[in-house]
């Protein structure tokens, strides 16, 4: 290994915006097994369909109707 490199032509990552971000988050039991029956049938990891939804939702501008009752 170089003691020292030169990044002088560096460039950017073009791929850095996908880069996902680790989080913590409560979700209720049965929202997680809701996605866990989907990916089931789907054959895809819950936590990545829960991500998808998610994301059309943000991309989608979907709002959201809460009412308390």
């Known amino acids: ?6 990044f ?3 460039r950017k990552n ?7 971000k680790q989080i913590t988050i409560n979700i ?3 929202a997680i097994d809701y996605f866990k029956k989907q990916s089931e049938s789907s ?3 819950y936590q990545t369909i829960i991500n ?3 994301k059309d939702c943000a991309q989608s501008g979907r ?4 009412s308390w009752q």
């Open 1 to 6: 290994m170089r003691a020292e490199y030169d």
């Open 52 to 54: 998808l939804y998610l």
């Open 14 to 20: 073009p791929y850095a915006k996908q880069v996902k």
């Open 8 to 10: 002088s032509n560096a």
């Open 43 to 45: 054959g895809i990891p």
């Open 28 to 30: 209720d039991s049965d």
């Open 63 to 66: 709002q959201l109707k809460i």
